[in-house]
């Protein structure tokens, strides 16, 4: 059922253990908050992120969540329904979850950015209507096997519409993480790429992804400090 990569794996590289800062959570060298712009977004984002992803230093929920003012964030394993989670009423048939799994047949991403799969896995020829009334998307937060832990900890899960992204370049860790397949994103880079698409905003992805592109950069910069 779920492919053996992780779409939402962590570059592998230990940090130094600093103190991290308060705001985003990041490492002493890796603070982003300078580029820390919270957004406002149409569609909600739900980032449910396992509790072993909190100490990695390399995640993305946090900044994802401090990204977006129209964000929740819940740290455990498991949740009763979405609607106690939000403590609100919700429509479980306009919400999507990004599916852990991949499309059947993949068509050309500029063409298809955001697919809507079946159970079985088939993609639904009513996509764009679903895509159009979804009031939110949930974001399942941690390695591959915390993510599949959240998936099946949580079958109300399985009442949401099942996204896949679909997008045409690679995700901007480049080489600083293992990545097995080319729509393995961060959860920032999921959420920007979903939210222009479903917000119908092309701009929002650049200007939600602006911490992780200087987290990206400090990153990168790390070798060249030791060499140099
Ligand atoms: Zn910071």
Known sequence: MFPDS???EKPRMSCPPHESCPHCQKAEGLCVCAAIDPIDTKTTVVILQHPQEQAESLGTGWLTHCQLRNSVLRVGLSWPSLRRLL????????????????????PRPEENPLLVLSRS????????????????IILLDGTWSQAKALWWR???????????????????????????RRESLAVIEAAAFALARLDH???????????FDLLVDKLKAIPAQKNG
């Open 201 to 211: 905003r092309p701009d929002l992805e650049a200007l939600i992804l602006k911490p």
């Open 87 to 106: 403590e609100q009423e919700v429509d479980m048939k306009r919400w999507g979850v990004l599916y852990l799994g991949s499309a059947k047949d993949t």
């Open 121 to 136: 896995g088939e993609r639904l020829a009513s996509a764009a209507s679903i895509l159009r009334s979804l009031d939110g």
């Open 6 to 8: 992780n779409p939402i």
């Open 154 to 180: 949580n079958p109300w899960l399985l009442k949401a519409h099942r996204l896949v992204l679909n997008p045409p370049s690679r995700s901007r860790y480049g080489k600083l993480r293992r990545e097995p």
